[in-house]
């Protein structure tokens, strides 16, 4: 007897949820919102303390308000994620993220005698920026092999794409001054920095950067930009 032709036959991955969230995409978010938001609610509402209570003395307070703005907006970024049930309505950021990860890592080794050892937190700070610029590549490649067909890129987002680019790369043009010329490029900036805070505000510099000439690359419909455009404007 020949079993009936149905749509579930001639999609197999329908049953399974094509573009869908799994399940360790949405625990490594929860990770990342809390870890966010606790760094977040303490740089920028108490950045005084940043110079005592960190896993590195962070002064002037201005620096620690500074980052502790782009944490709040990757809050916002996290909590948003948690609440969406395509995958493609956040699969351009991680690009974003592992830019920032990365560029936070190599600040770290660089300037390891900076950090605060003897502090647990500080620990706590390496083994997250050296386990997520790993963990990225691997829930991003889970992620596609449940991933919708890409839809063609709508027109009328042409002169958005067009302006974050334009954007976007203005973004990493700084970042990459503070990172590679931290000295120079510090006394340039508009409050002190030291060369580990230089490299540390370029890299957020990156992470907008990076997320915006991703968005001016892939954007293909207007609701996969809303997390990104809502964090930027938050930051």
Known sequence: MVAPVTTASLHPTTSAGVGRVLGLTRAGVWVLFILAAANGVFLYLLPGLA???????????????????????????????????????????????????????????????????????????????????LAIPVLMWRQRRVAEPLAPADPRLSVLRALSGVVGVALLAGAVALYLAPVDAGEEWVWELTPLLARAVGAWYALFGTMLVTFAIGLRRPFEGLIGYATLACW
Request: hydrophobic share 55%.
């Open 51 to 133: 110079d005592t209570d960190y896993a590195w003395s962070i002064k002037p307070a201005v620096n620690a308000a500074f980052i502790g703005a782009g944490f709040l907006a990757g809050t916002l970024a996290t909590g948003l994620a948690l609440r969406a049930s395509r995958w493609r309505s956040f699969a351009l950021l991680p690009p974003a993220l592992w830019v920032l990860a990365t560029t936070l890592l190599i600040a770290t080794i660089v300037h390891e005698d900076r950090f605060k050892w003897d502090y647990p937190l500080t620990w706590v700070w390496a083994f997250v920026y050296g386990f997520v610029p």
